[in-house]
């Protein structure tokens, strides 16, 4: 059965510091993974796309790597800012058009 | 930018009710989706479309119905609301192929149904 990993469940980080999410999966066959992030009370914002054959994918602020030998991932927030406070989502693609999700890690941000 | 936009930010139904949840999404994307988010659960796919009038269970299709009579407008159906149906609804689309690298899925803002 498919599924995704992610921890920490919930986070808490001082503002301008940074952090690391991680996302491990265990789906077959493997298309690429994404990251997303949701804001409270809204739909889910994509942050990252990633196929196996890329490692490191940035976004600005964040900045997401895979490593498709583990099957883990991570997404990693530099000086982070009180707007980071959300949850973030890793789903990964397998096949043709399966998503897996997993639930979540909620990040506050505090000031 | 791609907007996909549900019809109400909040509704509050009782118990027996039909419901009907709308999306519409303005990229002409082949493909369409309803999810239910729910604390500890994470998303969870109730029914997806690849074209007009097509539709495909999801993993819990139970107590739901799906109509896509245009390919832009995607509706989730409750025949006879339940207060287990008290959820966050999010539809999503995408183009053709997710595997595709190019290929987003972008969400709604969602529907927070509760059912009293």
């Known amino acids: 059965k498919n599924q995704v990993e992610q921890s920490p469940q919930s986070l808490i980080i001082l503002e301008g510091k940074n952090c690391t999410l991680q996302?491990?999966?265990?789906?077959?066959?493997?298309?690429?993974l994404r990251w997303y992030k949701q804001d409270t009370g809204r739909g889910p914002v994509s942050l990252t796309i990633?196929?196996?054959?890329?490692n490191t994918k940035s976004n600005g602020r964040y900045t997401a790597t895979l490593d498709a030998d583990t099957k883990q991932s991570s997404l990693h927030i530099t000086a982070s800012q009180l707007s980071d406070s959300a949850s973030y989502i890793c789903?990964?693609?397998?096949?043709?058009?399966?998503?897996?999700f997993g639930k979540g890690t909620m990040l506050l941000v505090s000031p | 930018d791609v907007k996909v936009t549900q019809s109400s930010r909040y509704l509050v139904k009782r118990t027996g009710e039909k419901v009907f949840l709308e999306c519409v999404q303005d990229?002409?994307?082949?493909?369409m989706f309803w999810y239910r988010q729910d604390p500890g659960l994470g998303l969870r796919l109730i029914y997806f479309?690849?074209?007009?009038?097509?539709?495909e269970k999801g993993d819990i299709p139970e107590g739901y119905s799906v109509s896509r009579e245009k390919k832009e407008r995607f509706s989730l159906i409750l025949e006879s609301a339940s207060t287990n149906q008290t959820s966050m609804y999010l539809c999503?689309?995408?183009?053709?192929?997710?595997?595709?690298?190019?290929?987003?899925?972008?969400f709604g803002n969602g529907t927070r149904l509760t059912v009293t």
């Open positions: 999503a689309s995408s183009s053709i192929r997710l595997a595709t690298y190019n290929s987003p899925l972008h």
């Open positions: 996302c491990n999966y265990t789906v077959s066959p493997f298309s690429n």
């Open positions: 990633m196929t196996f054959s890329e």
């Open positions: 789903v990964v693609t397998s096949g043709y058009s399966t998503l897996t």
């Open positions: 990229m002409d994307h082949e493909n």
């Open positions: 479309s690849y074209d007009v009038k097509m539709k």
